[in-house]
């Protein structure tokens, strides 16, 4: 069969034998500590030659049998398997072990990198080459193989990035920041949301966590999310939302209407209003070096969410991820299922936030069900299982009554603190919310439709 790494040009892929048949050798000459390196830093697709995948094989199977590894125990596996004469009999195992006899584990480590490197060039090559070929077939959709290809990539590029045991002391220095931070009594310890009840219970949008927001549809999902992000912004943080139903015309409106304090439907239509068309004019002088950017594409996956916004941090740096709305990200793989499509892009999208190391909010639609209960909960959410697995945080936007302003935002879940609820008044006019105000036993902020 021909070696798929050949690619078009017939070439030998790239490896490296001399090197392969060290790494063997040391990690036989340390036993299982080598393995330990061995089995931790690479795969047996990662040697090029057959052989040495066969020997890291045998390799594995005593490692995970708690066996002892010496050439010995290695040749005795490999007469199990049947390999044995296959790789070259005793005497090349042999010259494995004395290939280096005497290494240490930072040598290992080294020598595993460089196998390695050697490995995902071959796999980049197996990839250009499928992009290659695929380009040709007319019958091929460009968007899927691309979207497909940047996922291989990735997964190819992140292997082995990070992870893994994280001794306690470089654990507390990674968690002083966020301590220390706390302790300056005038700072969140996350993103700040702009509604003091709401950063009370959460503490602000922590960076790496993925916070949910559900609601009835046309009830202020994206309003809400608005008057966050325009928080963080105003407080000179980097901004991205991913809009997949609305234009960034409208959008932009709606967050000139919050700012200048000009109605929504004034902004629209502005004949004959000179004062009002100022003060816009004013408010877009004031919003030129904000650090937000909307990407309106009608229809993304997380892998196309997760480049485009990696691009906007290299270039910018980011702070906040917004996607407007769950039910309207593209699936990676068509799946029957859609609590297993659900589950999946939250998934992903958790993995995004944990990457970028940014909050990431979502927004979601409530199912059916919700109309036949008082207040919502988690069950309500599309897709709840999914969600309430994989979130750090859901929010549920509930309007007590259709005809009045008042709103309750319900902290249902938050990983690492209390729930609890945030009464709001929703500003039709402005499409913004406020918090309610409280005094004596109760009076609301007056709302206005």
Known sequence: MRDKSKGLTGRVPPHDRVLEQATLGNVMGLGESGAGVLVDNLEQTDFYSADHRKVYAAIKILFDGNEPIDLISVVGALRKSGDLEDVGGAAYVTRLHEHDPIGTAG????????????????????????LYRRGFDEGT???????????????????????????????IVAALPDIEESVKGDREIGLTTGFPTLDRILLGLRRGELIVLAGKTSKGKTSLAMDFIDNAILDGRAALIFSLEMTARELVARLLSKRSGVEIRIIRYMADRQEAYQQVIKATAAAEDDRFWIDDTGSLSVAQMRARAKAVQRKHGLDFIVVDYLQLV??????????????????????????????VLILSQFNRAVEESREPGIKHLKGSGGIEQTADVVLLLHKPKEDRPETKLIVAKQRNGPLGHVRLIFRNKLTTFVEEVVTGRRESQKGEG
């Open 107 to 130: 040598q290992l480590k080294k020598y595993c990198a460089q196998v390695r490197r050697f490995a995902m060039l071959r796999e980049a090559v197996v990839l250009g080459t499928e």
């Open 141 to 171: 959709e460009p968007l899927a193989m691309i979207e497909d290809v940047q996922e291989k990539l990735y997964r190819l590029a992140t292997r082995g990035e990070s992870g893994g045991p994280v001794k306690l002391s470089d654990a």
């Open 330 to 359: 593209r699936a990676a793989r068509p799946r029957e299922n859609s609590e297993e499509r659900t589950h999946q892009i939250v998934k992903d999208t958790k993995a995004l936030a944990k990457e970028l190391d940014v909050p």
